[in-house]
């Protein structure tokens, strides 16, 4: 059991996500750096979508009621366990009564502002609709469909004991770097109504950094910079949208679609961050600065070879060195 | 829309949009469930989930050579016949106006009517349910008289309550969820659109169809 | 107190048949020195007066596998340790990057870090030296 002390704010249950709900109107949520919670899992010999913790907001504070082997990966939040520093993406063990605490992400090497508690068998909350991801609007999935609160707790899947510790895993956040002119950028396609923009809005959106308002969350994020205009004033058809889907409503501000967004809408639609970069837009810090970068099918497919060639690649190191104890 | 043919374009390397041609009309609507049906049914599918006279297409994994799949979608809406509206049809009774129908009075400046009339226009017609989507169990409803046609607010609301019965344009709906909307709240309801533990969870599905049925009017 | 010199033989007898490398006698007389490379047993005495001045042997630690040698955790700005730094044993002195894989450079013994062998990204092949560490206590009796 996990019981946690300080929950911070907005802190979910969280898996890869909740897919083959969408003709419910139930999108699909998960973790905004899936590849962070499927790294950490990992690490842990766990399955890869087993839930950890979400934690977008510091300090957290957690204590291990039993021997408890877990990691923390995503940003980089100098975490301490009884007040003695431990690794970040690196596997510990935990006595019982030990706390786990996490500070706000430094951004020595890797701005990031998401940190995963990942757990060894993982958090053991009921799957709904096939997914422990926390459904917030529909308050169900996660931990009873809401955020962590100070005082609950969480029981963890018990597990055979696999995991090994010791040991750790560089990020991919520097393992697969993707700047333009000094700020991470995203892969774009181009949407329906990518061709009714002008063309200085097309230049706008390529060649100019978005920042990350403060009104930008799970649901969204709302970005500010030039103004996309389209050529004529549109009105659109409810339609069904995915995260990374780049909406561009009247007042010519970008609106991301994220985990949590409604899984239709009406607004116009410019382009949509590749399915292989929302982990990027994830670990994108409010107020910091991205760069879009446009793609194509091929190269955005190549993009989600890579990510899951670089995760199979972690499983099959991690395996190795757990099994064999050393690695050749 | 200025072409009769449909219209395909991506949704990132998750999903292919199929927009159909012409007026949203509801036989339009019962074509794209059919298509719906078999395009549910194609490998690489994952699931297919229809709007407003159009149809998302999520894939189980995304095909290096997107053409094949597009052409049988293609193919697939010339080949499909309308499903028929026949689902069952709900009565759900409607608190209108008071705190639950807070935007009442925006409706009546701006269409002129009375609370009366727009009441009686409001419920006069059975909507059908054209699709699913927004949020759980919320259901896109077709059929409402354009004389009550209120623009969506300037400002939406942070919250309006699960039933919140509003108008957004020329669209009527009901909330499933407290959440926030840009829509008119003109009336509430305490029919549950959605209960995780049901099976299955959303009240209704597309070819289902609601009647509002006025059981007070606070003024 | 008996001289140990008088059992120098017992003392070879005992290191030969073990792994241990060093063993060292603090006595009056000064410091009696047994090496025991594997092979044979090497007896170095040393006079009071010049041990005082001698410091313990920096044990050099070496990569256990070829990979890239890291000074610090990839996403720290600064060095684990800085030469000079006293260590407890299991400290992570540095890191060795295979893949995506992590594996710590850890103090076999508590310490002072004494040389760095290393370059920070390098390529290191098994057994490099990495780091050399003066041990604490290094006496047996």
Not at chain 1, 70 to 85: R, Y
Not at chain 2, 7 to 15: E, F, I, M, P, R
Request: proline share 9%; aromatic share 6%.
């Amino acid at each position: 059991m996990i019981e946690v002390l300080s929950a911070g704010a907005l802190a979910t249950v969280q898996d890869l996500g909740r897919t083959g709900a969408l003709n419910l109107g139930v999108g699909t949520s998960g973790a905004m750096d899936p590849l962070a919670l499927a790294a950490g899992n990992i690490l842990l010999r766990n399955e890869e979508n087993a839930a950890a913790l979400e934690i977008p907001l510091f300090p957290f504070r957690v204590r291990f009621t039993r021997p408890t082997v877990f990691a923390v990966t995503g940003a980089d939040c100098a975490p301490q366990l009884d007040e003695a520093p431990v690794l970040p993406w690196w596997a510990h063990r935990a006595d019982a009564g030990q706390v786990l605490a996490l500070a706000v992400p430094s951004a020595a090497t890797w701005r990031a502002c998401r940190a995963y508690l990942c757990i060894a068998g993982g958090i053991d909350v009921p799957l709904v609709l096939g997914s422990r991801s926390t459904q917030l609007r529909g308050a169900f999935g996660g931990l009873e469909g809401r955020p962590l609160r100070d005082g609950d707790g969480l029981p963890i899947v018990a597990t055979s004991d696999r995991a090994k510790t010791g040991f750790g895993i560089t990020p991919p956040g520097l393992a697969l770097p993707l700047e333009v002119d000094g700020l991470p950028a995203v892969r774009v396609l181009p949407a329906a109504e990518y061709d009714s923009f002008t063309p200085s809005s097309h230049e706008a959106l390529w060649s100019e950094p978005w920042k990350i308002t403060s009104q930008s969350d799970r649901y969204g994020y709302r970005l500010a910079g030039p103004e996309l205009r389209p050529q004529r004033p549109m009105e659109l058809r409810s339609h069904g949208i995915v995260p990374g889907v780049i909406q561009v409503p009247h007042g010519g501000q970008p609106i991301i679609q994220m985990r949590d967004a409604q899984p239709s809408g009406g607004y116009p639609k410019i382009g949509t961050v590749i399915d292989a970069d929302l982990w990027r837009l994830g670990q994108a810090p409010i107020g910091s600065r991205i760069r879009f970068v446009l793609c194509s099918w091929d190269e955005a497919l190549d993009a989600l070879a890579a990510t899951r060639r670089w995760l199979s690649n972690v499983r099959r190191l991690v395996e190795l060195y757990c099994d064999q104890g050393a690695v050749r | 829309m200025t072409t009769n043919l449909p219209q395909l374009s991506l949704l990132g390397t998750t999903a292919l949009l199929f927009e159909a041609p012409g007026e949203t009309t509801l036989t339009t609507q019962r074509r794209i469930w059919a298509l719906a049906l078999e395009a549910g049914r194609l490998p690489g599918v994952r699931e297919a989930v229809p709007g407003m006279n159009n149809l998302m297409v999520t894939f189980a994994e995304p095909p290096r050579h997107r053409g094949q799949l597009e052409h049988t979608l293609i193919e697939l809406w010339h080949a499909v016949e309308p499903l028929p509206a026949a689902g069952r049809c709900l009565d759900l009774p409607v608190v209108y106006g008071g705190d639950g129908g807070p935007h009442m009075a925006d409706v009546v400046a701006h269409t002129g009517l009375s609370v009366d009339d727009i009441v009686t226009i409001h419920s006069a017609p059975t909507y059908t349910v054209y699709a699913l989507g927004s949020h759980p169990g919320y259901c896109y409803l077709g059929g409402m008289d354009r004389r009550i046609a209120t623009p969506r607010r300037k400002v939406p609301v942070l919250r309006i309550p699960r039933g919140a019965v509003s108008i957004g344009g020329s669209q009527t709906g009901v909330s499933a969820s407290d959440g926030p909307s840009g829509w008119n709240t003109i009336g509430s309801t305490e029919v549950a659109f959605f209960d995780v533990e049901r099976t299955p969870p959303a009240l209704l599905q597309p070819g289902d169809c609601i009647r509002f049925k006025p059981n007070r009017v606070l003024r | 107190m008996t001289n140990p010199l008088n059992h120098v033989d017992q003392l070879c007898a005992f290191l030969a048949a073990t792994d241990i490398g060093l063993l060292e006698l603090k006595g009056p007389a000064g410091v009696l020195r047994l090496r025991h490379d594997g092979a044979r047993v090497e007896v170095e005495m040393i006079e009071a007066a010049a041990a005082a001045l001698i410091s313990p042997p920096t044990q050099v630690i070496r990569a256990p596998v070829p990979g890239i040698y890291l000074d610090r955790h990839p996403l720290r700005s600064q060095p684990s340790v800085a030469v000079g730094t006293e260590v407890a044993a299991g400290t992570p002195l540095a890191f060795l990057q295979i893949g995506p894989l992590l594996l710590p450079v850890p103090a076999p013994e508590d310490g002072l870090v004494a040389e760095k062998f290393a370059e920070h990204g390098a390529t290191v092949g098994y057994g490099a030296p990495l780091i050399g560490l003066q041990p604490h206590g290094s006496d047996a009796e």
